[in-house]
């Protein structure tokens, strides 16, 4: 299993978005690698990815680069929330 | 796995601004003064805000301003900014803010450490409130647990 999270530029808020996934799967017990990415590179990374964390404000940008793909787009308001991350990737994949 | 330095040049409390463009470029001379950036990075940091709106804003009263690596970042840094007026950066939810962070990094690898240090600071969800009400830079460096040359004190963290 495969989770991507984006942001703009791929470094800073992805990396903390990242480091909080991997605390909610914990907390899940579900094992799953949790890629960073920025927006330019999110149509290759997400190519075989089943969730794409990202805020709302960029995540228009992120289903239009991914068009088609399999991956659910997911929004995040607080990214140091692992409890509203945890309840997002239990909704995506449980 | 440390934060990068957080010297005194580098923390400014209860800064005035009028609006998230000079806040940013508050944290962007924060960041020059403490020797982590050129001043063009400041430019940078509200380049990416501009490009791809205010999910820097990640937390509610949170930023976190950054840009990519590049010519104008001298070495990793940090730099923290408490704002006297809650500035709105057009965040649906998170808006207005409080605490600006600024991070500047040399590589995309060499920050993930540092950044799971600052996630370890905010998962708690008093942190940004404790921040923006943080009398001087020492107060800063003890809530976010580094000292002034980087890294972690004893006894440091969200006390």
Redesign the interface.
Known sequence: MKIIAVCGVGIGTSAILKVNAERALERLELTADVDASDLAGIAAAAADAQVILTSSELAPAVRQAVGRSFAEVVEVTNYFDVDEISRLLERSLG | MNLPPLPDEAVVIGAHAVDWRSAVRETGRALTRSGATRSDYADRMIA?IE??????V???GLA?A????GRDVRREGLAVVTLAEPVAFG????DPVRVVVG?A?EN?EE??AS??N??NV??D?GAVDRLARARDAAEVRALLGIGVGGGAVAGGGAA
Do not use: D, M, Q, S
């Open positions: 990416v490009e791809f709106g205010a999910y820097v990640i937390a509610p976190l950054h840009a990519r690596p965040h649906p939810h998170n991070l990094v995309a920050h993930v950044v799971a600052l996630a905010f998962n969800a």
